[in-house]
C-alpha cells in the first residue's frame, strides 16, 4: 500500500511537472515563432502543436525504448488524441460559448488530420498482415511486428503535411506588408533565451513523462489491468496537459481557428511521428491489432463528429462542446467497462 501511494504521489508531481514545463514551452515556442514571421494558422499546426505534443513522443520512446512496452506508448498516444478531439474543443466551446474557425481550416488541416488517422490504421494493419506474431498469452490477440520500413510510411505522410505548411508559410511572408513593424517586435525577441528556455522545458518533460509511463506500469501490475488502460488514460490526460493549456488560453482570446488548429495539427505529429518514432529507435515493434482497431475506430469516429460540427456553422457551438464532453465521458465509462469485463472490446476475455 505504501509503494502504491508513493507512485500516486508520483504521478501528481509529473502531472504537475508536465504542465509547468509544457507552459514554458509554449510561451518560448510562441515568441520563436514570432521571430521567425510564421503565419498565425502554422504557429498553431506546427510549433505550437509540436511543443505541445513532445511530452506524448517523449511517452512513446521511454515506453519502447526503456520498457519495451510499445503498446503502452501507443495507448497513450491514441487516449491523447481523444482527449485532444473531445475534452480542449468541449471546454474552449462551452467558455467562448461561440468559437469561430474558418474553412481552410477544415478542408485543409482537419481533413488531413482524418487521413493521418487512416494512415497510421493502415501502418498497423500491414504489420499484422505481413509480420503477424503470436506471443505466449496472447493468443486471444491479433498481433504483427511493426518494422522501421513500415514506420517510414506514416512519417513520410507527416512530410508531406509540412511541404503543404511551407508553402503557406511562404505565401504568407510573400504578402506581409508589415515589416518594419515586425522588425522592431523582432529586436525585442532575444532569441537566445528563449532556445534555453525551449531546451529546459524538454528536459522537464522527458523527465516527468518518464515518472508516468513507471507509475502507468506499476499500476498495470498492482491492479493486475493491461498497461494500456492506463496509458489511455491517466498518461493520456497528464501528457494532454500542455495541449488543453495552449488551445484554451488561445480559445479565451476568441482565436478559434488558431486553437483548434493547434489541437489538429498536435494530433496530426503525434499519429504521424510520435508513434512510428518509438518504432525507428527501438528497430521493430509489436503493435496489438485486436486493441489498437477499435480505439483507432473510435478516434475516427468522433472526428468525424468534430468536423461536422465546425463545418455547419464555422463555429463550435456551446451545446456542441457539451456533446463532445460528454463523449469523452462516455469514453472513460467503456474503458472502466473493459477494466470489469463487462465489455471485451479492447481486452478480450
Given at each position: 500500500?505504501?509503494?502504491?501511494?508513493?507512485?500516486?504521489?508520483?504521478?501528481?508531481?509529473?502531472?504537475?511537472?508536465?504542465?509547468?514545463?509544457?507552459?514554458?514551452?509554449?510561451?518560448?515556442?510562441?515568441?520563436?515563432?514570432?521571430?521567425?514571421?510564421?503565419?498565425?494558422?502554422?504557429?498553431?499546426?506546427?510549433?505550437?502543436?509540436?511543443?505541445?505534443?513532445?511530452?506524448?513522443?517523449?511517452?512513446?520512446?521511454?515506453?519502447t525504448s526503456i520498457h519495451g512496452k510499445?503498446?503502452?506508448?501507443?495507448?497513450?498516444?491514441?487516449?491523447?488524441?481523444?482527449?485532444?478531439?473531445?475534452?480542449?474543443?468541449?471546454?474552449?466551446?462551452?467558455?467562448?460559448?461561440?468559437?469561430?474557425?474558418?474553412?481552410?481550416?477544415?478542408?485543409?488541416?482537419?481533413?488531413?488530420?482524418?487521413?493521418?488517422?487512416?494512415?497510421?490504421?493502415?501502418?498497423?494493419?500491414?504489420?499484422?498482415?505481413?509480420?503477424?506474431?503470436?506471443?505466449?498469452?496472447?493468443?486471444?490477440?491479433?498481433?504483427?511486428?511493426?518494422?522501421?520500413?513500415?514506420?517510414?510510411?506514416?512519417?513520410?505522410?507527416?512530410?508531406?503535411?509540412?511541404?503543404?505548411?511551407?508553402?503557406?508559410?511562404?505565401?504568407?511572408?510573400?504578402?506581409?506588408?508589415?515589416?518594419?513593424?515586425?522588425?522592431?517586435?523582432?529586436?525585442?525577441?532575444?532569441?537566445?533565451?528563449?532556445?534555453?528556455?525551449?531546451?529546459?522545458?524538454?528536459?522537464?518533460?522527458?523527465?516527468?513523462?518518464?515518472?508516468?509511463?513507471?507509475?502507468?506500469?506499476?499500476?498495470?501490475?498492482?491492479?493486475?489491468?493491461?498497461?494500456?488502460?492506463?496509458?489511455?488514460?491517466?498518461?493520456?490526460?497528464a501528457t494532454s496537459i500542455p495541449d488543453?493549456?495552449?488551445?484554451?488560453?488561445?480559445?479565451?482570446?476568441?482565436?478559434?481557428?488558431?486553437?483548434?488548429?493547434?489541437?489538429?495539427?498536435?494530433?496530426?505529429?503525434?499519429?504521424?511521428?510520435?508513434?512510428?518514432?518509438?518504432?525507428?529507435?527501438?528497430?521493430?515493434?509489436?503493435?496489438?491489432?485486436?486493441?489498437?482497431?477499435?480505439?483507432?475506430?473510435?478516434l475516427g469516429l468522433i472526428t468525424i463528429?468534430?468536423?461536422?460540427?465546425?463545418?455547419?456553422?464555422?463555429?463550435?457551438?456551446?451545446?456542441?462542446?457539451?456533446?463532445?464532453?460528454?463523449?469523452?465521458?462516455?469514453?472513460?465509462?467503456?474503458?472502466?467497462?473493459?477494466?470489469?469485463?463487462?465489455?471485451?472490446?479492447?481486452?478480450?476475455?
Amino acid at each position: 500500500m505504501i509503494e502504491l501511494l508513493m507512485y500516486l504521489a508520483i504521478i501528481v508531481a509529473c502531472s504537475w511537472i508536465v504542465w509547468k514545463g509544457g507552459s514554458l514551452l509554449e510561451e518560448s515556442s510562441e515568441k520563436l515563432a514570432e521571430y521567425y514571421e510564421l503565419p498565425p494558422l502554422v504557429q498553431g499546426t506546427i510549433i505550437a502543436a509540436i511543443g505541445s505534443s513532445f511530452p506524448e513522443l517523449a511517452a512513446t520512446v521511454l515506453s519502447t525504448s526503456i520498457h519495451g512496452k510499445f503498446d503502452l506508448g501507443v495507448s497513450a498516444i491514441v487516449g491523447s488524441a481523444i482527449f485532444n478531439i473531445l475534452v480542449i474543443p468541449g471546454i474552449s466551446g462551452v467558455i467562448v460559448k461561440k468559437m469561430p474557425t474558418d474553412i481552410m481550416l477544415i478542408y485543409k488541416d482537419a481533413q488531413y488530420y482524418i487521413i493521418s488517422v487512416c494512415i497510421l490504421m493502415i501502418a498497423f494493419a500491414l504489420a499484422v498482415i505481413y509480420f503477424p506474431t503470436v506471443e505466449v498469452g496472447t493468443e486471444a490477440y491479433q498481433t504483427g511486428v511493426m518494422t522501421r520500413w513500415i514506420a517510414i510510411i506514416p512519417i513520410a505522410f507527416y512530410g508531406l503535411y509540412l511541404f503543404i505548411q511551407s508553402m503557406e508559410t511562404r505565401d504568407f511572408r510573400r504578402n506581409l506588408e508589415r515589416k518594419e513593424i515586425l522588425g522592431v517586435e523582432k529586436d525585442k525577441i532575444k532569441v537566445g533565451k528563449e532556445w534555453f528556455k525551449l531546451t529546459i522545458s524538454l528536459v522537464l518533460i522527458i523527465g516527468s513523462v518518464e515518472g508516468l509511463v513507471s507509475g502507468a506500469i506499476f499500476l498495470g501490475e498492482f491492479f493486475n489491468v493491461p498497461d494500456f488502460i492506463w496509458g489511455v488514460t491517466i498518461v493520456a490526460g497528464a501528457t494532454s496537459i500542455p495541449d488543453a493549456v495552449v488551445s484554451i488560453k488561445i480559445a479565451r482570446k476568441f482565436q478559434g481557428s488558431v486553437s483548434l488548429g493547434n489541437v489538429l495539427g498536435s494530433n496530426i505529429f503525434d499519429l504521424l511521428v510520435a508513434v512510428p518514432v518509438g518504432v525507428l529507435i527501438a528497430g521493430t515493434a509489436v503493435v496489438n491489432f485486436t486493441v489498437a482497431a477499435p480505439l483507432m475506430l473510435f478516434l475516427g469516429l468522433i472526428t468525424i463528429v468534430l468536423f461536422i460540427f465546425l463545418r455547419t456553422n464555422l463555429h463550435l457551438l456551446r451545446w456542441e462542446g457539451m456533446v463532445l464532453l460528454a463523449l469523452y465521458l462516455l469514453f472513460v465509462i467503456w474503458m472502466v467497462l473493459e477494466t470489469l469485463g463487462v465489455t471485451s472490446f479492447v481486452i478480450q476475455q
